[in-house]
């Protein structure tokens, strides 16, 4: 089949090498894609935001089904853009309704779900500027540090986490008067989580789930986790934190009744749904949802899966994922982050990346790349994502440390303690 999968990063990249190693592919495009993507596909430069362009793409590469990466696509109502089109209907697309996506799209909407389905996340009231009042008191009734989320997509910055009352009302009155636009406008106030975070991943279409592998990703910029929150700077999977009494819990506490959930409130949703917990003291608790893969969780939890991902998807498809086989390999995977010097602030583009080409034990995903003149050169804060096997965590980072040193480019960071709390 002919696939065109949607996005530019390092989680588009892992989906098109595991996409590209599928008997079921005739043809894989990818827009717009990155200089790691056009080694295995055919990239396309169309603007994403521009439905009727990825529908032109669509028709004109006579493609069988879509794959969506990020989640604004999502959001912005590309599933059911697909629905609604006489040409396009019957093509089937990876990723949820608009309905579906306001898990990630609204904190409120996806605040709401959870208490409905009665699925265990932390406390909270969601205000606006006419109820600010409401949100001071209900700041006063929790205690320290106090964590305020704009409603709307922001990027993963739209979370703060404040130390003081002080501090968190006049947060929260800035956020309220526009500091995040549109997506602050409404704020999610929340009780804070003290534990360990980890990712879980299910494929779903709709009746039936299959687990992925858990990641854990590392978000600060700075080691031991300090300094400003980032896109991601490296991932680890499997969690050994996560046992099998905790993925137990994470199955029948979350995971199901966030399905049922959707099932009951007639949300169609054939997709990738991503759950962020909290293990706070062994019991699992939902800090957000995704409606896509994580990146960089994208570029363990892809290598861990032996399956053909496009069977997978034609389950999801054909509503028949339950008849699908899903199997996962026992290696750890481990992914250091290359960024541009700066990022997650100002940084710059354009620096020739070198030694890709020396890297032989673990594999390059590019994020933000592109080719120049015949050179790849960095185009984005995320550069580069080196991802390793190995029989345990130490085993895998050392292959991604090592190739990390030897990929150079003007700038280059990464965090050198990936995986320090496991
Ligand atoms: P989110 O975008 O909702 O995932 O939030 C970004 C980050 O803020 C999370 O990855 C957590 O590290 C942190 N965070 C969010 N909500 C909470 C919470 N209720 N308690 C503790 N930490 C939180
Ligand atoms: N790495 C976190 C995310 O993809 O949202």
């Known amino acids: 089949m002919n696939v065109l999968l949607l996005g530019s990063g390092g989680r588009e990249h892992a989906l098109a090498w595991k996409i590209s190693q599928s008997d079921k592919l005739k043809n894989l495009f990818i827009a717009p894609g990155n200089a790691g993507t056009s080694t295995i596909g055919e990239n396309i430069n169309i603007d994403l935001n521009n439905f009727s362009s990825i529908k032109q793409t669509v028709i004109e590469k006579n493609i069988n089904l879509v794959v969506v990466g990020p989640e604004n696509l999502l959001v912005n109502g590309i599933q059911d853009f697909f629905i609604n089109d006489t040409d396009l209907k019957n093509i089937p697309i990876i990723g949820p309704s608009k309905i579906g996506a306001q898990l990630e799209g609204s904190k409120e909407f996806a605040k709401k779900f959870m208490l409905r389905h009665n699925i265990p996340t932390a406390k909270y009231l969601s205000v606006s500027l006419e109820t600010i009042d409401a ?63 980890v990712s879980f991943f299910v494929i779903t279409d709709g009746n039936s789930y299959k687990m992925l592998p858990e990641a854990k990703d590392y978000k600060k910029i700075g080691e031991n986790d300090t300094g400003l929150n980032t896109g991601g700077m490296g991932a680890i999977s499997p969690v050994l934190f996560a046992n099998s009494e905790f993925k137990q819990k994470v199955e029948t506490q979350i995971i199901i009744p966030t399905i049922n959930g ?161």
């Open 135 to 197: 949100g001071i008191n209900f700041l006063e009734q929790l205690s320290s540090p106090y964590v305020l989320k704009a409603d709307g997509l922001a990027a993963g910055k739209g979370v703060l986490i404040l130390n003081t009352l002080s501090e968190a009302t006049q947060s929260l009155t800035e956020m309220l008067n526009g500091k995040f636009g549109e997506a602050g406008k409404r704020v999610v106030i929340e009780e804070f989580l003290k534990g360990i975070e």
């Open 262 to 422: 959707l099932k009951k409130d007639n949300i169609s949703y054939k997709g990738f749904l991503f759950f962020g917990l909290m293990n706070v003291k062994g019991n699992p608790f939902v800090i957000e949802y995704n409606v896509r893969l994580g990146d960089p969780e994208s570029e363990v939890i892809l290598p861990r899966i032996k399956s053909d991902i496009l069977d997978l998807f034609q389950g999801l498809a054909n509503n028949n994922l339950n008849t699908k086989t899903l199997q996962i390999s026992n290696d750890t995977v481990s992914t250091v982050m290359l960024v541009s010097g700066g990022y997650p602030q100002s940084y710059e583009k354009g620096k020739e990346i070198k030694n890709i080409d020396s890297v032989k034990d673990s594999i390059v995903f590019h994020a933000g790349t592109k080719i120049h003149n015949n050179k790849i050169i960095t185009n984005g804060g995320r550069v580069l994502a080196i991802s390793s096997y190995g029989k345990n965590i130490n085993d895998a980072l050392s292959k991604s440390y090592k190739n990390s040193e030897k990929i150079q480019f003007e700038g280059k960071y990464y965090r050198k303690d990936i995986g320090f709390d496991l």
